[in-house]
């Protein structure tokens, strides 16, 4: 089954311990990205990759680390979380970014950070 | 600057009434206007791709149809099962950047009581 593979799909940590969120898709596609979603303020992104190795910031991309090492991979990293990174977090990927290609959404992380 | 407005913010139907949801749009360089569809706790799932002005698209009691400056989502005899957010993603032009991106309405929330 075609999928988007998001974990962990929640976690409560601590100001500081830095995280990773995972994202693995099977649809051997080149472009990733990973969204957040806050009440009022809809879908934002905040990191994409057009394909391994390249990786560009969104709108919101401060606090926020990634790397495209393999093309199924794209890893979200919070090196030093704070809370206003809770949210709910969404991972997605598309054949070709530019292409009017639509993009698959996994299901999400809702990370909490106190 | 770029946006995507989406209304209404909510809508309350009853069980076989009709009606429309409303995305406009200011943007450069339109590549595509994409509708999702976000149920609670799950990513948003891909209803639509519209790419011209006079273009519609259907899919059982859904039918998306796009202008130059907006798009409507009509919702024939919904059903309660209908229920959900519905998104609209606007991809374009990023000014001064020559790459595309992807912007989000805020979504309008939809419920349809039986």
């Known amino acids: 089954e075609a999928q988007v593979t998001q974990n962990p799909r929640y976690l409560i940590t601590v100001t500081g311990k830095k995280l990773t969120v995972t994202c693995s898709q099977n649809m051997n596609h080149e472009y990733m990205s990973w969204y957040r979603q806050d009440p009022g303020l809809g879908l934002r992104q905040i990191y994409y990759?057009?394909?391994?190795?390249?990786?560009d910031k969104g709108d919101v991309p401060e606090g926020y680390k990634v790397s495209r090492k393999e093309k199924r991979n794209f890893p979200l990293i919070l090196e030093s979380p704070s809370p206003n990174q809770t949210s709910l977090y969404f991972c997605a990927s598309s054949s070709r970014q530019g292409r009017n290609q639509p993009q698959h959404f996994g299901d999400g992380t809702r990370l909490s950070i106190l | 600057e770029d946006q995507v407005t989406q209304s209404p913010e909510a809508l309350r139907l009853q069980e076989g009434e009709s009606s429309s949801l409303n995305c406009s749009y200011t943007v450069s360089g339109l590549r595509g206007l994409f509708w999702y569809r976000q149920d609670p706790g799950k990513g948003p799932e891909f209803l639509f791709t519209l790419y011209s002005a006079g273009e519609e698209k259907e899919k059982e009691r859904l039918k998306a149809t796009l202008t130059k400056k907006e798009s409507f989502l009509h919702i024939t005899a919904p059903k309660p099962e209908d229920s959900a957010t519905y998104l609209c993603a606007v991809q374009h032009l990023l000014s001064g950047a020559g790459s595309y991106q992807l912007t989000f309405g805020k979504g309008t929330k939809l419920s349809v009581i039986p």
């Open positions: 990759s057009m394909n391994v190795e390249v990786t």
